[in-house]
């Protein structure tokens, strides 16, 4: 995920709302594009058993279901 892309789509009153905390923006993470990444999966699972990790901000509830969301869309 390219986080500058999902904080490229915030308005400004949201960005300087959060300022140093814009991992915190509720929905950030279902803003973001992929980038390669999708690319780069397809050819790793067509050789190894993939997963997809990660971690959210303890402060945003949102990032949790958002990154499932993001996952299941692409």
């Known amino acids: 995920m390219d986080f500058p892309s999902g904080v490229s789509k915030l308005s400004e009153e949201v960005i300087n709302g959060y300022e140093s905390n814009l991992d915190e923006v509720p929905s950030i993470f279902s803003l973001m594009e992929p980038e390669d990444a999708i690319d780069y999966f397809k050819i790793l699972s067509q050789r190894y058993d993939t997963y997809v990790l990660s ?4 402060e945003n509830s949102s990032a949790w279901s958002d990154k499932v969301e993001w996952v299941k869309n692409i």
Do not use: E, L
């Open 55 to 58: 971690t959210a901000p303890w």
